[in-house]
C-alpha cells in the first residue's frame, strides 16, 4: 500500500529510541521528511541526511516544545505530522510510592508535551487547513496498572485530549488519533532494571523465560508473544497518512490482544 507520505514533514517527539526510533525509520523509508526531537539524539544523529533533523529538546519542559517546532519549520517550512510519543514509564511499587515529585515528572513528560507540541504545531496546521497528529497512548490508559499508576493516568489523559482535539479542529481540516500498544520491547523493557528484569525477580526466571511467562500465562495475549516498536510504527504510519483520511477521534490498539474487553 502507497502511504502516500513522499516529502510529507513528519515531527516526532521522543524520536531516539523505541517506538519513536522504529517511527522515523519508518517514515523515511515512506520518502517523508522527518524531524525527531529527544534529550538525547545521538541514535537521530547516526541517521541524520537532508530528510532527517534531530533536535535535542526537553520535552518536558515548556520551552521544548516550541524549539522543536520552530527547527522543524526552519528545516522544511511546514508540519503535516505530528507524532505525540515522548514518555516515561516508572515501575512503582504501588499508589502510595508516588510522591508530587513523581507525578509531575510523568505528568509533564506523558502529558503536558503532547499539550504543548500540539498547541505549537495546530497554529501552521490550521494554516495549511490541513495536519494529522497521532498521539501514543497505551492499553493501560483503559486498563490502569497499579505498578504505573501516575503513567496510566496520563495515558488516559491523552486519549481523552485527542478526542477533544478532533472534534473542535476536524472542521479545519485537521485529524487527531491515537494509537495505543499493549506490551512493547523497547528499552523500557530491557534496559537494566527494567520491565524484564522485574518479571524476572518477580518469577524467579531468567529474563526471557519470564517474559515468555508473563505474555502466556499472567497477560494470557492471544498471539502469546509482546510486541515490537516496528509493528506499532506502521500502524502510526497508516494512521497518520491520507490513506486514513476518514479517519479522526479514534484509536487504534496495537496489543496482541491484550484487552478483551467490547
Do not use: C
Not at 520518502?31 to 526531537?37: I, L, Q, S, T, Y
Not at 538525547?40 to 518536558?60: C, M, Y
Not at 519549520?73 to 508530587?100: K, Q, W, Y
Not at 522485574?198 to 517474559?211: K, T
Request: charged share 20%; proline share 5%; glycine share 10%.
Amino acid at each position: 500500500m502507497d502511504l502516500q507520505l513522499e516529502d510529507k514533514v513528519v515531527v516526532i517527539t521522543g524520536a531516539n529510541a523505541g517506538i519513536g526510533l522504529a517511527a522515523v525509520k519508518f517514515f523515511l523509508g515512506e520518502g517523508a521528511k522527518v524531524v525527531g526531537g529527544d534529550r538525547s539524539i545521538h541514535t537521530l544523529e547516526q541517521l541524520a541526511s537532508d530528510r532527517l533533523t534531530p533536535v535535542s529538546t526537553d520535552l518536558s519542559k515548556p520551552e521544548g516544545s516550541e524549539l522543536l517546532l520552530q527547527r522543524a519549520i526552519e528545516a522544511f517550512g511546514r508540519i503535516d505530522i505530528l507524532v505525540n510519543n515522548v514518555g516515561i514509564a516508572p515501575l512503582r511499587s504501588g499508589f502510595l510510592s508516588v510522591d508530587d515529585e513523581g507525578w509531575h515528572s510523568v505528568w509533564e513528560t506523558n502529558f503536558m508535551s503532547m499539550v504543548r507540541t500540539t498547541r505549537a504545531a495546530l497554529p501552521y496546521m490550521i494554516k495549511q487547513k490541513k495536519g494529522s497528529i497521532v498521539s501514543v497512548s497505551s492499553e493501560v490508559g483503559h486498563q490502569p496498572d497499579p505498578m504505573l499508576p501516575d503513567y496510566s493516568v496520563s495515558k488516559a489523559a491523552i486519549l481523552s485530549l485527542s478526542k477533544a482535539i478532533s472534534a473542535e479542529f476536524g472542521p479545519l481540516g485537521i485529524r487527531a488519533n491515537v494509537v495505543s500498544p499493549g506490551p512493547t520491547r523497547t528499552p523500557l523493557w530491557d534496559n537494566p532494571g527494567g520491565f524484564a528484569d522485574s518479571l524476572a525477580s518477580a518469577y524467579g526466571m531468567n529474563r526471557e523465560e519470564a517474559v515468555r511467562h508473563f505474555t502466556k500465562n499472567v497477560r494470557q495475549l492471544a498471539l502469546e508473544r509482546i510486541g515490537t516498536p516496528e509493528e506499532v510504527a506502521s500502524v502510526i504510519a497508516f494512521v497518520a497518512s491520507d490513506q486514513a483520511s476518514f479517519v479522526t477521534g479514534s484509536e487504534y490498539m496495537v496489543n496482541g490482544g491484550a484487552l478483551k474487553q467490547i
